[in-house]
């Protein structure tokens, strides 16, 4: 049971440049986050979805893009890197039931935009 | 809004002392709240959780944290510091709404001292 798996761990950008971060959960989780961590910021969500074909906003979307065709995956895609988007990017996922439910994330995957 | 707020950026113990990370929280309604622990170059790592119920609650590694509604406190506390549970700790609320959006604050380093 491999829980969240993220690629790349680590990637560095030029300006302007376009990428992919994968995310795959293996838990059949229905929900789906992810985050972006800066040093003394904690950590702000990008984009969340609740179940395949349905995204929405987070608190920090801008410049980021999201799709989920399946349960399993959630990638988020950056169309125009820009320096301000250096940081550690976190996917988690969680199962609705009953009560506040836990989320698992991944390993990271740490980007660097030059 | 719901929001947290770590108010020390580090905190130092000696391995055997107590420790106490501090959290506080600001929510419409009940809150749910959790507290995270992160690794170096590691995802972060559910500890425990309050929904409803006693005010003490009890998580992994020998973590506990107590509720305080009347302070909107839930401080995290171990009886006995290992320099292994030196990382950095994250205190988080439920966003509300039909997700498990959490909303984290920003973060304290604890370092456990031999």
């Known amino acids: 049971n491999a829980g969240v798996t993220q690629t790349p761990k680590f990637r560095i950008l030029k300006i302007g440049q376009s990428m992919t971060l994968q995310c795959a959960q293996d838990?059949?989780?229905?929900?789906m986050y992810w985050y972006r961590q800066d040093p003394g910021m904690g950590l702000k969500l990008i984009y969340y979805?609740?179940?395949?074909?349905?995204?929405d906003k987070g608190e920090v979307p801008n410049g980021y893009n999201v799709s989920r065709s399946t349960t399993e995956d959630f990638p988020l895609r950056l169309e125009l890197a820009a320096p301000s988007q250096t940081s550690v990017y976190f996917c988690?996922?969680?199962?609705?039931?009953?009560?506040?439910?836990?989320?698992?994330f991944g390993a990271g995957s740490r980007l660097t935009v030059l | 809004a719901q929001s947290v707020a770590q108010p020390e950026d580090q905190v130092n113990v000696a391995e055997g002392n107590p420790l106490t990370v501090k959290c506080t929280y600001s929510?419409?309604?009940?809150?749910?709240l959790f507290w995270y622990v992160q690794y170096p170059n590691r995802g972060l790592q559910f500890l425990l959780k309050y929904i409803t119920g006693d005010n003490l609650v009890k998580g992994s590694y020998g973590f506990e944290a107590e509720f305080n509604k009347s302070q909107t406190s839930f401080h995290l506390k171990k009886p006995s510091a290992l320099v292994s549970d030196s990382a950095l700790y994250f205190c988080a609320v439920r966003d509300g709404g039909n997700t498990d959006k959490l909303i984290f604050g920003t973060g304290t380093r604890l370092q456990v001292f031999p």
């Open positions: 929510v419409s309604g009940n809150p749910y």
């Open positions: 838990m059949n989780h229905n929900y």
């Open positions: 988690a996922s969680s199962y609705r039931g009953s009560g506040a439910n836990v989320l698992t």
């Open positions: 979805s609740v179940g395949a074909g349905i995204t």
